[in-house]
């Protein structure tokens, strides 16, 4: 339902886009947006999105990513710039969807993992 892409290996410095396109039963998003986890670490969240409200960052992130959403495609993309060694994770997007007109149920989706290395 999430397909995520755009990952790969940069060096520090570099930038690179991330791509979550959502697909299937799809009536409505409310929000998507960006986690990563990191080898030994929990998840955490990167950059969310809402359909009518302002982009939320974790502080490592603001100043170097920007996260925007495509409504009419149902796709999230995240630009980050400026990659850290610390930036290297697993990046997952996540957006919370109504398949149904008729259902007043939100689901969380995920989509696979895509990993992001910052090396030299």
């Known amino acids: 339902q999430l397909q995520a892409s755009g990952g790969g290996l940069v060096q520090p410095g570099e930038s690179l886009r991330l791509s979550c396109a959502a697909s299937g039963s799809i009536f409505d998003i409310r929000a998507m947006g960006w986690y990563r986890q990191a080898p030994g670490k929990q998840r955490e969240l990167v950059a969310a999105?809402?359909?009518?409200?302002?982009?939320n960052y974790a502080n490592s992130a603001k100043g170097r990513f920007t996260i925007s959403r495509d409504g009419a495609k149902n796709t999230a993309l995240l630009q980050m710039s400026s990659l850290k060694p610390e930036d290297t994770a697993v990046y997952s997007c996540n957006a919370e969807v109504r398949e149904y007109p008729w259902s007043s149920t939100w689901s969380s989706y995920w989509g696979q993992g895509t990993q992001v290395t910052v090396s030299s």
């Open positions: 999105i809402s359909r009518s409200g302002p982009a």
